[in-house]
C-alpha cells in the first residue's frame, strides 16, 4: 500500500496534479492512496515551497510542475 | 546534496527532432503570415488598400497569427529557461542579507522565478523560516508576479523596448521600495506565530534531476494553457485594435482616461482589483487601452494593478499574516502604483 500526497492549496494545477496521481495508481496497478495536503505548514514541513508538489511515500518526486500520469506510474512502479 | 534521479518511460519521439521541427515550422510561419494576409486580403478577396475593410481585415489576419506565434514560441522559450531558477534554488541568495541588498536581490530574482498566487503562502513560509528578512520577502512577493519576463518579451515585441523597460523599472521601483518601507517599519509581530515556531528545513525539492524532455513538456504545457486562457481576449482585443485601426479611432476611452481627468490613474487602479490574471494575461487590455490613446502611465498602472492587487492573493496571505500588515501591504502597494501612473504621465507626454 503506497501512499500519494499532492502538496497544494486546492488551486487548478494542484487538482490537475491529483488527477494524474489516480489516474497513474489505476495505469500502475498498485494499491495506493491519494491525499491531498492543504496545511502550509505541512507543504513546507515537507521542503517545498513551490506548489503543486508530490510526495509518494515521504519521498517528494515533484515540486512546482505537473508530471504526467505516465510519470507518476513509472514512480510508483519503482522499487526503490 | 546527493541529486535525485526518478526513473522515466521511454518517450516514443526523440528530441531533437520534435523540438528541430518545431522550430523550422514557427520561423517558417513567421515569416510567411504577413504576406499570406496580404494576399488573402488584397487578391483573393480584391480589396483595395483604401478601403477600411481592407485595411481592417489584413491587420486582423496579420496581428492575431503574429500574437499568437509570439506567444506560442517566447512563452515556451521562457518558461523552459525560468525552469532552471525555483524558489527553492534562489531563497539562500536572500538569507542573511541586510535589507537594502536583499530588498535589490529579491526584486531582481523576483523577475525570473515563476511564481504562482497559489504558492504564496509556502514561499512566504519558506522565505521566513530560512532567515530572510521580512521586508526583502515582500520585495520577492510584490515583484515575482508584477515583473515576470514573459510580460517584458510580450511587451517588446508588440510595443518596442521603451514600454517593456519603462514596465520593468516602474514594477521594479515598487517592488523594492514596498520592501523597504515594509522592513523599515518593524512589523515582524504581525506574522502569524506559528511562522516563527517552524524548524528551518533545507529543501529535499531541488535535488530532483530533471531532464530536458521533463522541462520541454513542463514549457509547452504551461504555453499551451496559457494560450488558451488568453485566446478569447486576443480576439476580443486585437478585434477591437483592428477595428480602430480601419475606422475612425475612438476616443471615448481617451477622454474618460485621459489627461483632462486628474483621477484617472486611481480610478483605473481601483477598476483593475477585482480582475486578476497573470501579467502576460493583461497585454490583450493593454494593447487596446494604449490604441485608444489612454496614456501610457495610466495604462502601466493598470497592469500593475490587475496583476499585484489580488483580492485571492490577500484572503490566502491572511493565513501566514494578521491584518495590520495585509493593510500595510496593500496600503504601500497601491500608493506605489498611483505614484508611478502619475509619474509616467508627467514624464511622457
Redesign the interface.
Known amino acids: 500500500m503506497k501512499t500519494i500526497e499532492v ?5 487548478a ?2 487538482n490537475r496534479l491529483e488527477a494524474n496521481a489516480r489516474e497513474a495508481v489505476i495505469m500502475a496497478g498498485v494499491e495506493a492512496e491519494v491525499v491531498h495536503v492543504t496545511d ?2 505541512e ?9 503543486p ?1 508530490l510526495v509518494i511515500d515521504g519521498r ?9 500520469a ?2 507518476i ?3 510508483l512502479s ?1 522499487p526503490s | 546534496m546527493t541529486a535525485i534521479v526518478l526513473p522515466r518511460p521511454n518517450r516514443r519521439l526523440p528530441l531533437p527532432l520534435v523540438v528541430g521541427t518545431a522550430a523550422v515550422a514557427w520561423l517558417a510561419a513567421w515569416m510567411l503570415e504577413a504576406p499570406t494576409a496580404d494576399w488573402i486580403t488584397f487578391t483573393v478577396l480584391g480589396l483595395t488598400h483604401e478601403s477600411h475593410l481592407g485595411e481592417t481585415l489584413a491587420f486582423l489576419l496579420e496581428d492575431l497569427p503574429k500574437v499568437l506565434l509570439l506567444l506560442t514560441g517566447i512563452v515556451t522559450l521562457v518558461t523552459l529557461i525560468r525552469g532552471f531558477f525555483p524558489p527553492e534554488r534562489v531563497r539562500p541568495l536572500l538569507v542573511g542579507r541586510g535589507l537594502v541588498p536583499g530588498s535589490f536581490a529579491a526584486a531582481g530574482v523576483g523577475v525570473i522565478t515563476p511564481f504562482c498566487s497559489c504558492s504564496a503562502v509556502p514561499l512566504f513560509i519558506g522565505f521566513v523560516e530560512a532567515g530572510v528578512p521580512l521586508g526583502v520577502t515582500f520585495a520577492f512577493l510584490i515583484a515575482s508576479p508584477m515583473v515576470n519576463e514573459v510580460a517584458l518579451v510580450m511587451l517588446w515585441g508588440l510595443f518596442g523596448p521603451g514600454i517593456a523597460l519603462a514596465y520593468m523599472a516602474a514594477g521594479l521601483t515598487v517592488a523594492i521600495v514596498g520592501g523597504l518601507v515594509i522592513g523599515k517599519l518593524g512589523l515582524e509581530r504581525y506574522v502569524e506565530d506559528y511562522v516563527w515556531a517552524l524548524q528551518g528545513r533545507p529543501s529535499t525539492a531541488i535535488a530532483i534531476r530533471l531532464t530536458w524532455a521533463d522541462r520541454l513538456s513542463d514549457a509547452w504545457a504551461y504555453t499551451r494553457s496559457l494560450v488558451r486562457k488568453l485566446l478569447p481576449y486576443l480576439v476580443i482585443g486585437i478585434g477591437l485594435g483592428a477595428l480602430i485601426h480601419g475606422y475612425a479611432p475612438t476616443d471615448l476611452v481617451a477622454t474618460l482616461g485621459g489627461r483632462a481627468n486628474p483621477f484617472a490613474v486611481p480610478i483605473v487602479v481601483l477598476l483593475a482589483v477585482p480582475m486578476y490574471s497573470n501579467a502576460a494575461g493583461t497585454i490583450p487590455i493593454v494593447q487596446a487601452l494604449l490604441g485608444k490613446g489612454l496614456p501610457l502611465g495610466t495604462t502601466l498602472s493598470f497592469m500593475m494593478a490587475v496583476t499585484a492587487i489580488s483580492l485571492p492573493e490577500f484572503v490566502i496571505l491572511r493565513r501566514v499574516i494578521k491584518l495590520p500588515l495585509l493593510a500595510v501591504f496593500i496600503g504601500v502597494v497601491s500608493t506605489g502604483i498611483i505614484a508611478i501612473g502619475y509619474l509616467f504621465n508627467v514624464l511622457v507626454s
Open positions: 502538496l497544494g492549496s486546492g488551486c494545477n494542484c502550509p505548514r507543504i513546507v514541513g515537507r521542503g517545498v515551497m513551490s506548489t508538489g517528494v518526486v515533484s515540486a512546482g510542475r505537473i508530471p504526467s505516465g510519470d506510474a513509472v514512480w519503482d
